[in-house]
């Protein structure tokens, strides 16, 4: 079996509804620019407050992929 490498990028997803709503729009997204995405970890939750209200989730996310080398 071939050794594997893989790269790790961040991302920040962000939802007006939810943070596992915000987390999916992050890999999602990722996931129609990148081949074999293998792992998404949530590294940090926040949100952004408006007026006292809270107005968008936000996710950093960290997903790893196949590197594919040319």
Do not use: C, H, N
């Amino acid at each position: 079996m071939p050794e594997s490498v893989y790269k790790v990028i961040e991302l920040i997803g962000t939802s007006t509804d939810s943070w596992e709503k915000a987390a999916t729009a992050a890999v999602e997204t990722a996931s129609k620019s990148l081949k074999d995405l293998r792992i998404a970890e949530v590294v940090e939750l926040d949100m952004q407050i408006e007026e006292g209200q809270v107005r968008a989730y936000r996710a950093k996310v960290k997903i790893s992929f196949k590197y594919q080398q040319k």
